[in-house]
């Protein structure tokens, strides 16, 4: 494992080595946080400048790749998207057949907004479409799926936290009833970490923090080679709703921010605990 974090511009990623040396397979996942859209691919877009910083704010997980860093100090990874979601959303399937959000034009490239309306320019083709995948979701994908490679033959298994963050209200696409609780562990049935989850509801308890499972998001980010076939792979999403750090409509951090980071911190620490 090198000690250098590897920044790939071209496609978008970082990889964030331990701050010492490898000492447990854990990846922080980390694939909304960034607002960057490369000047490539502004022109892709078919919002105003005014209506694309309304999207970027309703749509990113602001901050997340700064909540998790403890990672880092326990000896894990963090593998990090730095380029927006609105250009491509490395967390989908790669076929509009096998993924549910296609449906709503928020595949693995987007070509709606929040709303409902057209987020891409009327030229955005297959074509355009072939080119984002080739040059952001597969790069990343097989990155990703290297790094889990790499913990499995290291380790003898690996453990993937899904990092990620949702708003206080729900927004147009997303079920206006759903539960809208401080933390929301998504895991599935196959990959699900059963020793971590009781021990992460304890630490909540203890904090009062409201938590939920599946709802409002469900399951949690594994590579494709590995989905529903690798038990030696555990996963787990910690989405972490937005009003417990920050002001949901500036974007700005609150004053609530360093308590919600040692609380996620906490959780790390007994994830890795468990390893």
């Known amino acids: 494992m090198s000690n250098q974090t590897t920044l790939n511009e071209y496609n978008g990623f970082e990889i964030i080595p331990p701050k010492d040396k490898q ?11 960034s607002t960057f859209i490369p000047d490539t691919e502004l022109t892709t877009f078919s919002l105003s400048s005014n209506k694309l910083e309304s999207e970027l704010l309703k749509m990113t997980d602001r901050y997340t790749d700064d909540l998790f860093p403890k990672a880092r100090e326990l000896g894990g990874i963090m593998f990090v998207n730095r380029i927006s979601r609105l250009v491509c959303d490395p967390e989908r399937f790669p076929d509009d057949e096998s993924e549910p959000m296609s449906k709503k034009g928020m595949g693995a490239v987007y070509t709606k907004t929040a709303d409902g309306d057209q987020l891409k320019v009327d030229s955005f083709n297959s074509e355009e479409k072939k080119r984002v995948m080739d040059q952001y979701f597969h790069p990343y994908s097989k990155a990703l799926e290297e790094e889990v490679a790499k913990m499995l033959e290291t380790f003898g298994k690996c453990f993937i936290v899904d990092g990620h963050s949702f708003p206080t209200i729900p927004l ?3 079920d206006p009833n759903s539960n809208r609780p401080d933390i929301c562990f998504g895991h ?5 970490p059963s020793e971590s989850i009781s021990a992460l509801e304890n ?11 599946n709802e ?3 399951g949690s980010y594994v590579p494709i080679k590995y989905f529903q076939k690798e038990p030696a792979v555990k996963s787990l999403m910690i989405e972490i709703r937005r009003g417990t750090y920050m002001n949901e409509s500036s974007g700005c951090k609150s004053q609530q921010y360093d308590q919600t980071k040692n609380f996620a911190s906490e ?6 605990a468990s390893l």
């Open 23 to 33: 000492a447990t397979p854990l990846i922080i996942h980390i694939p909304h946080s």
């Open 172 to 174: 147009p696409y997303e």
């Open 188 to 192: 599935d049935s196959f990959h699900a």
């Open 203 to 213: 630490i909540c308890r203890s904090r009062n923090y409201i938590f939920s499972h």
């Open 216 to 218: 409002p998001f469900t």
């Open 267 to 272: 959780l790390l620490d007994r994830i890795v």
